[in-house]
C-alpha cells in the first residue's frame, strides 16, 4: 500500500499514483513516457473496474497511442481485468473500451440472480464487447502489433475440479479457513494458468510456490479462456477446453486477485503500468477478507500504480465504487442502477484527462509516491 505519510505530498488531482522502488526513481528523475511501459496490468473486481473505465480509456486511446519504441507492450489479466485488456488491445481500443463499458453497466438482473442469470449476462456482455459470432474481433486482438494479451486462469484440482457446487463449496471452505495463516490455502485445488499470445512465449517463474501454467492463446480457445478468467466457482458454470476436458478452469483471480508481478511475471528492464480501482493490492481472492493482507512492496519494484483517491471515490453515488452487490441491491430498480453506474463512467473520464495532463506536463515526477 501506498505511503500513508507520503501522500501528504500534494498529488495529481483526484489521483494517487504511487511506485515500486525503480519505478519511483525512474519517475522522479524522468517523468513517466509510453516508451518507459514494457507491460499493463488489470486486476479482478467486477464491477470496480467500472471507476477507472475512463481511466484506462485515457491509458490507451491517448497515452500508449503516443509510443513510438516498436517492442510490443504485454497486457495481464484476470476476471474483469482480462475482459478490459482484450477490449484495449482491439485496433480502436476507444471505442472497444467504451463499448465494453456499456455492456457491463447494462447487465439486467430483474428477474434473478442465479447461476443461470449471471452466466447469461457474462455472455451477453462478452458478446456485445467482443463479438465473436465475427472473427474480426479476436483477429484484431490476436495480430495488434503493439500488444500481447495474456489471460490468466486457474486450473482446478481436487474439491475445485467438481461441477458439484457442494464439493466446490467445500473446498472453498477450508482454503478461506487456511488462508487466515498462510498464502498456500490453494495449493492442490488451484494452478495458475496463463494463455498467451502465441507471439510472445514469456518464461514465467513461480516465486509463489503456485506453479504456471503457460498455454497459447489461439482464435479457437479465446472466449472460452476469457469466459474462464471471470468464472466464479459456485456462482458461475464450470468452463472446460476441449484440449483439457479433464480440467475446470475458473476466475484467474483466486489466485492473483490484483497480480502481482514479483509472484511470477519474468524480469523486465521496463515499467508496468497498474490502473487500479484501489490504492493498495491484493493477492488472493480470500486476502479481501483481511485488511491487514496487502501485497509487499518487494513484490511490486516496477509497478506504476494509478488509482482514484479516497475522497473522488467518497463524492461517487454512493460514496462508493460499483459492486457486485449493487445487482441485488438495485433489482427492484435497475434504472437507478444504470444511472448511477453510468454517472460513476463518466466522472472516471476526469481521471484519465487528470493522467494525461500530469505525464504530459512533468507534474508526476513531483506527485509520485511509494507504494
Request: aromatic share 10%.
Amino acid at each position: 500500500m501506498a505511503n500513508p505519510n507520503a501522500r501528504s505530498k500534494q498529488p495529481v488531482q483526484d489521483l494517487v499514483i504511487a511506485a515500486g522502488p525503480s519505478a519511483l526513481q525512474h519517475i522522479q528523475q524522468n517523468g513517466l513516457n509510453p516508451n518507459d511501459v514494457s507491460a499493463i496490468f488489470g486486476a479482478s473486481g467486477a464491477a470496480k473496474w467500472l471507476a477507472i473505465a475512463g481511466l484506462d480509456h485515457a491509458v490507451f486511446s491517448h497515452f500508449m497511442s503516443q509510443r513510438s519504441e516498436p517492442t510490443p507492450v504485454d497486457l495481464f489479466g484476470t476476471s474483469v481485468g482480462a475482459f478490459k485488456l482484450a477490449a484495449s488491445a482491439r485496433q480502436d481500443p476507444g471505442a472497444a473500451l467504451l463499448a465494453t463499458a456499456k455492456a457491463y453497466v447494462e447487465q439486467s438482473y430483474q428477474s434473478a440472480t442465479s447461476l443461470a442469470a449471471i452466466d447469461e449476462q457474462t455472455a451477453i456482455v462478452l458478446n456485445k464487447a467482443f463479438a465473436p459470432d465475427t472473427p474480426q474481433a479476436i483477429e484484431e486482438i490476436l495480430t495488434n502489433p503493439r500488444y500481447r494479451l495474456h489471460i490468466g486462469t486457474v486450473r482446478c484440482h481436487g474439491g475445485l475440479n467438481s461441477a458439484n457446487r457442494v464439493r466446490q463449496g467445500l473446498a472453498l471452505a477450508r482454503a478461506g479457513l487456511l488462508a487466515l495463516g498462510t498464502q498456500q490455502h490453494l495449493r492442490g485445488l488451484t494452478e495458475r494458468t496463463v494463455f498467451s499470445d502465441p507471439r510472445r512465449p514469456l518464461a514465467f517463474t513461480a516465486r509463489d510456490g503456485y506453479r504456471v501454467r503457460h498455454e497459447k492463446l489461439t482464435a479457437d480457445n479465446f472466449m472460452l479462456a476469457l469466459r474462464a478468467s471471470g468464472s466464479i466457482p459456485i456462482y458461475m458454470s464450470p468452463v472446460h477446453l476441449p484440449e483439457d476436458p479433464a480440467h475446470i478452469y475458473h476466475d484467474g483471480g483466486m489466485l492473483d486477485y490484483h497480480p502481482v508481478p514479483g509472484t511470477f511475471w519474468p524480469p523486465t528492464d521496463g515499467l508496468i503500468l497498474y490502473p487500479h480501482f484501489y490504492d493498495h493490492f491484493k493477492m488472493r481472492w480470500f486476502d479481501k477478507f483481511y485488511p491487514w493482507r496487502k501485497a509487499p512492496q518487494s513484490q511490486l519494484d516496477k509497478v506504476v500504480m494509478i488509482a482514484p483517491t479516497r475522497a473522488w471515490v467518497k463524492a461517487l453515488p454512493d460514496g462508493k465504487i460499483p459492486s457486485r452487490q449493487d445487482f441485488p441491491k438495485y433489482q427492484k430498480n435497475e434504472t437507478e442502477r444504470f444511472d448511477k453506474w453510468n454517472e460513476v463512467v463518466a466522472r472516471s473520464h476526469e481521471l484519465g484527462a487528470h493522467f494525461i495532463e500530469a505525464c504530459r506536463s512533468g507534474k508526476i515526477a513531483e506527485a509520485v509516491v511509494p507504494l
